[in-house]
């Protein structure tokens, strides 16, 4: 999953909206979704701002300068941050001419990945995982492919809304399991495609030790 650098990629022209004056600022995002994941790109429209004016905008961590136009209206084009676990981000819009001009949306974000612990095991031990970000559908399925044509397809936990969230306690490989690498990959379809999105994991490397 791509990291991203900045949380602002540009500021864009507002959606218009009729003339008059505003009672109060207003910001609302398009796609609105309940959860949005690192690298997905989002629109926040806002209204009721002071016309033609400058309007300073913050988002996770940064902030940036945009220029109302001539109803009011602003936009500014967002692209999310990788995140820790769930985290909410808020997108907050102040203007500069009329501070009591402000307003604020929270939104919420995570990363496409799994966790699992303890990193280091030996093969047919139970495993903690957790996995975030996996929004195809309420099951979660785990699919392993590894030496002499080794295959496993688990459904192994239900996800939570509204990240996709998901933990379980699970073996990943048999304890007779060859040494090797083995590729895991986690998604909500009980048939594997590598092409399966959203869809996330990493590769197991099982060695024998002597004694």
Known sequence: MRRVATAFIAATVGTAVSAGAAEAATLTVTPAKAC?????????????????????????????????????????????????????????????????????????ATLLHVDVNPANAKAGKKLRIKGYGLSGGKKVYMHVRGPHHYKSDTKIARTKAPCGTFKTHRKIVPAGAAAGKYKVLFDAKRKFSKKTEPQTGGTLTVTRTSG
């Open 36 to 108: 949005y994941v690192s690298g997905e790109e989002a629109v926040v429209d806002g209204a009721g701002f002071t016309p033609n004016g400058d309007v300073n905008a913050t988002f996770a961590g940064l902030s940036t300068t945009v220029f109302a136009d001539p109803a009011g209206a602003i936009g500014l084009q967002l692209q999310f941050p990788g995140v820790k676990g769930v985290k909410t981000l808020a997108v907050t819009a102040t203007d500069a001419t009329d501070t009591a001009l402000t307003a604020t949306l929270n939104l919420t």
